[in-house]
Nanobody, 119 residues
Framework: VHLVESGGGLVQAGGSLRLSCAASGSTFSIDDMGWYRQAPGKQRELVANITTGGGSTNYADSVKGRFTISRDNAKNTMYLQMNSLQPEDTAVYYC?????????????WGQGTQVTVSS
């Protein structure tokens, strides 16, 4: 499974961005997907994740009410709508996909997309 993120950029505080994560390869084997971020000098952290059918989502406390994760399985794409962005949201954002290959589970990571929020 190969993942490619897009949609990052520079935005002013209070603005919005929509990240996309396009999956290719054995997409039929993908289960849960998620978004992580890593700010300079900080550990990578979970932002949000979503189950296969999109029926269940989970968010970091810091983004609840501002970010929305969704996925379109027909397009093999996951999204992260980010509203009311703040400078502390500045980070490289990575998408992940958990998939099964035979009897083993794996996690694929995208290359990351930079989000910069100016004050």
């Amino acid at each position: 499974v190969h993942l490619v993120e897009s949609g990052g950029g520079l935005v002013q505080a209070g603005g919005s961005l929509r990240l996309s994560c396009a999956a290719s390869g054995s997409t039929f084997s993908i289960d849960d997907m998620g978004w992580y971020r890593q700010a300079p000098g900080k550990q990578r952290e979970l932002v949000a994740n979503i189950t296969t059918g999109g029926g269940s989502t989970n968010y970091a406390d810091s983004v609840k009410g501002r970010f929305t994760i969704s996925r379109d399985n027909a397009k093999n794409t996951m999204y992260l709508q980010m509203n009311s962005l703040q400078p502390e949201d500045t980070a490289v954002y990575y998408c992940t996909a958990d998939y099964v290959d035979g009897i083993a589970w794996y996690r694929s990571w995208g290359q990351g997309t930079q989000v910069t929020v100016s004050s």
